[in-house]
């Protein structure tokens, strides 16, 4: 067309329009450029009185505040805001275009003041949306919008004057633009969009749960206005997932962050969004940032795998060149971070540095995301110098960190936490050069943190203990009081925060209890912080996660019980160390039972509240048995992704509905103490009359032995002087070694008559048992007996007294049962002042006594499981002999049995067997799965029965189990004071009682020991199996076998394993 052609300002302004709308999808720069210059000459070609003069000069003002938006050129937007106010100014009053004419002059004012905070630019950009809003009649279609617009300056204003009026002001607004949106209105869902966010701003300033209510309600509206099959559908979904997820960083909820996982994978379920759909990318990298966040709550491996798989698609499905690929870049790089913090792998971290490095590169100077680029990437910088521990890489870290703060407007909400990372990366130079300044710093930006987050934010807990530790790390160096006693008070109230990730508040309820108990060892506040530590324990293992994944969460953590114990000695509260092992300690055995506990008496005084509470606790049992996605094997589909994820929601609700109905019970009238954690006083009228509980807390300070008995009002405290934990380790290592040097751990070929499912070498071995058990006698057993003032006189084993042994740490894989001086003239033995059994903890036997059961006389017998030759696993022909002798002498005694053998031991008809006998006996190979413990089990024709499946029946008639199997009463180290082992796991079945091994037992003494044992109980008298004799009958025919063996490391090897836990 001819330049003097009349239409051509028109073309070009139309083509520059195009342009544009060609940049907003691309952001290629270069047409946004073509577009402002084309919009120009059409501005520039049209006669100062021209009509249509004041449209060009809007379009062109809209291009240049795009620009603006890219470059941040100052020079752009004051352009553009000059454009706009001459479109305003050229405008008649009363033209119809004069309120969009306002409407963008107010956007263009308002994306200047988001660049320069100039206040008057704020003000006049409301005054020109205000206007714009004045204008415009009621129930004209564009009111909406300028009132849509109106809002989100006003929330502009309250970010800035912090006025919680403006907010208000801004909703208001807001609710009005959707007020007035007639029904199918293309721009409804956006006006949601922001209303929803409005709220969102509010919640976050006040924490009121009716405002991220409202906020989540605005993105469901969006949502069910959306009919199935909309193609925005799925972003809309993605928007309420957000909404979710912001609920769950301010309160912690895990049922929150499971429902916008659920919306969110909806969201980018292949029958929504197409493959190549353009915002697949963002729906994908917001499904990724969920599952990280949870991540981070749960430590759930599953969930960062998703997390790193959906960010690295949604990077692949960005363009180069797209707007947006800086944040993606973003969100891959930050995942990375924290999957190097779980593997340590160095190529996970150098990749997330790069990664992160170009975010960086590609983020305008300017732009709202570079801080939290620059943030993410100090923080890899710093991972990867814990890696390298090249100084210039932590000076490169603090640089960013610093820079990332210096961009963060006052205001912002993620402002404390990159004060926190400068904070925490300054104190690391502290401790690599001791430069007191550098703590100094440390200390200032922590204190920052604090001083800008609002009262009861999640993240509060995470400030206090920053600071707390940076204030002890100044301590550690200048010996300051003044820093002791604030690093105390911050950990004291991060601890004692409402609400805050509960690894955080433990470990500064720790460090509040420990620097106590180290500096100020007569404060009464000791007691109290190592109980709020204890207490957080169970916390971080909660009902809403997995049994296998509550069991990770405790590696670690569970053996603190044993120090606040061996605190509570020290202060001469030996009830209160009694409470707190039971806290802290076999938590997920404790979990178990309280979904298990029996409800008669509730039931009888409400039986609806009752039928729901064994309904929620059924299903959560359930729920708590899946097994989460493990690091390696095949990619699971979409469908299959979402059905899990569905099943982890509904186990999250179940544990939240489980803590609900609880409290219902517990405001029941006679109810209040109801799966309450007791006090010591109310397990004493349940203590067992027939013997004595001995507990031994091992701490790095001291050892002693607390031992509970019948009538005494607390208990017997007997300290351990000449033991210590470096003992007890060292005790347990040299164990280890010798039953691996010997054969004793292993299942390898046998020798036919020597050891089940082991090969003996033949060697001594030196003395390394008889020193175990010479060692643990001395300075162990023999202490705690004396001061029982027990003696050896008794001959007939039923007028010894029992002794319930409950060990932690070391302890707990050492054979107390056996401890003694073995010398063929002067043995002096704990057989000869005892009968020993095992109790994993205090309750699990006092419950049993509190709740005595009457067995049902038709399932009275023994079960009885021969597997001679598994398939897979080495022969071991004596469980034959073993299992038919018993089966002789109970039909001599016309006592109900089953026996089955070989093929038809198959893992389904053990079960049943088990279900419908009192008593089992396992003749077979048995396995401790050291990476997945409740896979432990026993190995049957067609497979494992594994302690997993077991614990899933609660067997009402359990009464004896005796498991004449290799190691079923060995746990996981890493795990000691949870007792995963198969003996507790019988016992949490609900047998009263388990016959169990330390380690792999003789095919020729077993079949001995087991008939021995049966002979004594049906001896005794009465009809069936009575369990309750077990102990004795154990050590009677261990007595038999000892007697006519010797005691060298052979023969004590072939007796020793054998142990007895329960009643």
Not at 954 to 969: I, R
Not at 1045 to 1057: F, G, I, K
């Amino acid at each position: 067309m001819p330049s003097g052609n009349v239409d051509f300002p028109s073309c070009l302004s139309n083509l520059g329009i195009s342009l544009r709308c060609r940049y907003e999808q691309t952001a290629e720069l270069s047409d946004i450029s073509e577009a402002i210059a084309l919009q120009r000459k059409a501005a520039e070609l049209v006669p100062p009185d021209h009509a249509h003069l004041c449209t060009r000069l809007n379009q062109l003002g809209i291009s240049l505040t795009h620009l603006f938006k890219r470059t941040g050129e100052p020079s752009d937007i004051a352009e553009a805001i000059a454009a706009h106010q001459k479109s305003v100014k050229l405008t008649p009053s009363g033209h119809a275009d004069l309120p969009t004419n306002l409407s963008n002059l107010g956007n263009s004012l308002l994306s200047s003041f988001e660049k320069t905070g100039d206040l008057s630019e704020l003000a006049d950009a409301i005054t020109a949306h205000q206007r714009a809003v004045d204008l415009t009649p009621p129930g004209h279609a564009e009111l909406p919008g300028w009132l849509n617009n109106l809002g989100l300056s006003i929330l502009s204003r309250s970010k800035q004057t912090g006025k919680l009026s403006d907010i208000t002001e801004a909703i208001a607004t807001l609710q009005r633009a959707v007020s007035l949106s007639p029904p199918g209105d293309f721009c409804l869902f956006a006006y949601l969009d922001n209303l929803g966010m409005t709220f969102l701003h509010r919640f976050e300033r006040t924490e009121d749960l009716s405002d991220s209510v409202e906020a989540i309600d605005a993105y469901q509206r969006a949502v069910d206005l959306t009919p199935p099959g909309h193609a925005d559908l799925p972003s809309r979904l993605n928007s309420l997932g957000i909404a979710w997820r912001t609920r769950f960083e301010q309160s912690g909820n895990l049922s929150d962050i499971a429902e916008a996982i659920a919306l969110q994978q909806k969201a980018r379920a292949v029958d929504l969004t197409p493959p190549d759909h353009a915002d697949l990318p963002t729906l994908l990298s917001n499904l990724g940032g969920s599952f990280l966040c949870r991540f981070k709550r749960l430590g759930e491996w599953s969930d960062l795998t998703e997390a790193v798989a959906a960010q690295q698609r949604a990077l692949d499905l960005t363009p180069q060149g797209r707007a947006d690929l800086p944040s993606k870049l973003n969100n891959l790089g930050l995942t990375l971070r924290c999957r190097f913090e779980r593997t340590r792998e160095a190529s996970d971290i150098a990749e997330a540095i790069t990664t992160l490095q170009r975010a960086v590169e590609l983020t305008p100077s300017g732009h709202a995301d570079l801080p939290t680029h620059l943030s993410n990437l100090g923080s890899s910088l710093f991972s990867g110098y814990e890696q390298t521990d090249e100084l210039s890489e932590l000076e490169e870290a603090i640089s960013t960190h610093q820079r990332a703060v210096d961009l963060t407007p006052l205001g912002d909400a993620d402002l404390p936490f990159r004060l926190s990372n400068l904070g925490f990366s300054s104190r690391r130079r502290f401790q690599r050069t001791g430069n007191l300044s550098e703590i100094a710093e440390a200390i200032e930006a922590h204190q920052s943190a604090i001083d800008i987050t609002p009262p009861g934010h999640a993240g509060l807990s995470t400030h206090y203990s920053s600071l707390g530790n940076s204030l002890w790390h100044r301590f550690s160096k200048t010996s300051s009081p003044d820093d002791l006693n604030q690093a105390i008070a911050h950990f004291k109230l991060a601890a004692n925060c409402a609400i805050g990730p509960p690894s955080d508040k433990f470990d500064a309820a720790r460090l509040w209890a420990l620097l106590l108990y180290i500096h100020f060892p007569a404060s009464p506040d000791i007691l109290i912080a190592f109980e709020t530590a204890v207490r957080l324990v169970s916390v971080l293992a909660g009902m809403e996660m997995t049994v296998q994944h509550r069991h990770t969460m405790l590696r670690n953590i569970s053996a603190f019980s044993l120090q606040a114990a061996g605190a509570a000695c020290s202060f001469r509260r030996p009830d209160k160390a009694i409470e707190w092992l039971e806290l802290g300690r076999c938590l997920v055995w404790h979990q178990l039972k309280d979904l298990r506990t029996p409800l008669d008496d509730l039931r009888a005084c409400n039986p609806a509240l009752a039928q729901r509470v064994s309904e929620i606790s059924g299903a959560l049992e359930n729920a708590s048995s899946r097994t989460g996605r493990s690091r390696t094997g095949t990619p699971a589909s979409a469908s299959e992704e979402t059905s899990a994820e569905e099943e982890a929601r509904s186990h999250v609700l179940l544990a939240q509905e489980w803590d609900t109905v609880l409290d219902i019970v517990r405001s029941t009238p006679d109810f209040a103490d109801f799966l309450q954690t007791q006090p010591y006083s109310k397990l004493l009228p349940y203590l067992p009359a027939s013997g004595h509980i001995v507990v031994i807390n091992i701490d790095e300070d001291r050892c002693d032995a607390l031992v509970l008995i019948a009538g005494r009002d607390e208990p017997l405290h007997i300290a351990l002087p000449d033991f210590s934990l470096e003992r007890a380790e060292k005790l347990r290592k040299s164990m280890t070694a010798y039953l691996g040097s010997s054969g004793l751990r292993t299942e390898a070929v046998i020798e036919q008559d020597e050891e089940r499912g082991i090969v003996l070498d033949g060697s001594r071995q030196g003395k390394v048992l008889r020193n175990v058990l010479a060692t643990l006698w001395k300075k162990v057993v023999k202490p705690i007996l004396e001061a029982l003032e027990f003696s050896s006189e008794g001959e007939d084993v039923e007028e010894l007294p029992r002794i319930w042994w409950c060990p932690t740490g070391p302890l707990a894989f050492l054979p107390l049962h056996a401890a003694g001086i073995y010398e063929d003239r002067d043995s002096d033995t704990i057989f000869d002042y005892a009968v020993s059994s095992y109790t994993p903890t205090v309750a699990s036997l006092t419950d049993r006594i509190k709740n005595t059961r009457v067995m049902a006389h038709e399932t009275s017998g023994l079960f009885m499981v021969s597997q001679p030759n598994t398939p897979h696993l080495p022969s071991i022909p004596a469980t034959t002999d073993e299992v038919q002798a018993i089966q002789a002498q109970l039909m001599s005694c016309g006592v109900r049995e089953l026996m089955l053998e070989g093929k038809a031991a198959t893992v389904e008809l053990g079960l049943e067997g088990m279900e419908n006998y009192t008593s089992v006996h396992f003749a077979c190979h048995a396995t401790q799965d050291r990476d997945k413990p409740l896979q432990s089990g026993f190995h049957f024709h067609d497979g494992r029965l594994s302690l997993s499946t077991i614990i899933k029946k609660d067997l009402k008639n359990g009464d004896l189990a005796f498991l004449s199997a290799c190691q079923t009463s060995t746990g996981e180290e890493t795990l000691s004071e949870e007792a995963v082992h198969l003996a507790a796991g019988m016992l949490a079945a609900g047998y009263r009682g388990v016959v169990a091994t330390m380690w792999s037992i003789g095919d020729k003494y077993g079949p001995e020991v087991a008939s021995n044992f049966y002979k004594y109980l049906l001896d005794r008298g009465g009809p069936g199996i009575d369990g309750s004799g077990a102990s004795y009958a154990l050590h009677h025919a261990i007595g038999k076998l000892r007697r006519r063996l010797d005691n060298s490391e052979r023969s004590l090897r072939t007796w020793v394993p054998y142990v007895h836990f329960g009643l």
